[in-house]
């Protein structure tokens, strides 16, 4: 797969990950950066070594990243799953994963040879667009984009709640007069724009 399919890819795993873990806030951002970068580690440990699909494909790399998870969780969560979104998005390529490698250097796949996907091809570009696809509603889920939206009248609600016809509130004001040497109380109720209503309560000390 291409770069900026495996990006895509590392960047969703993460953010589902996330969204099972709850890391949301400035830690979501800062993981959805590190996701991007270990997304593309493969390819740039495989560049260091000068063998292709080799030591940067392997799956003792995940060791070394979920020690990541001790000093920060969320680091670690990003750095692990946008690794294993590589892993799984090369094993169904046409020259497979040597996940095993050193102790062996087959190459493991998932899919048929026909079914498997070629770097570069349009099934590649297609891939990239079918996760980017899955992406943009995720991230906008997961940031919350999608708990405010405006309605109809320029106001603000929650999105995917029902909305009901809320009542129209009129300001009153209360007077309370006490007349102390009588048991009743008597309570008056001014409306504003309306004709005052006049309620007593009897016994009441």
Do not use: W
Not at 113 to 119: D, N
Not at 183 to 189: L, S, V
């Amino acid at each position: 797969m291409r770069f900026y399919t495996h990006i895509t890819a590392g960047i969703l795993f993460f953010v589902l990950f996330a969204y099972i873990f709850d890391i949301r806030d400035m830690q979501l951002y800062v993981g959805i950066l590190i996701a991007a970068l270990i997304s593309v580690l493969p390819d740039i440990i495989d560049r260091i070594t000068e063998k292709h699909r080799g030591m940067g494909h392997s799956l003792i790399i995940l060791f070394p990243l979920g020690l990541l998870m001790v000093g920060n969780f969320e680091i670690g969560v990003a750095a692990v799953s946008a690794f294993i979104s590589h892993i799984v998005f090369d094993i169904i390529t046409v020259r497979g994963c040597p996940l095993l490698y050193p102790l062996t250097k087959t190459n493991y796949v998932a899919l048929s040879k026909k079914r498997r996907i070629k770097t570069g091809t349009k099934q590649d570009k297609a891939v990239f667009c079918f996760l980017i696809i899955l992406l943009i509603p995720s991230l906008l889920l997961i940031t919350g984009a999608f708990t405010i939206l405006p309605n109809g009248n320029g106001s603000v609600a929650a999105a995917g709640v029902n909305q009901t016809n809320q009542s129209t509130f009129k300001q009153v004001n209360v007077n309370i007069n006490i007349d102390e040497n009588t048991k009743n109380k008597k309570i008056t109720i001014e409306k504003v724009n309306e004709n005052t209503t006049t309620i007593t309560i009897e016994d009441i000390t």
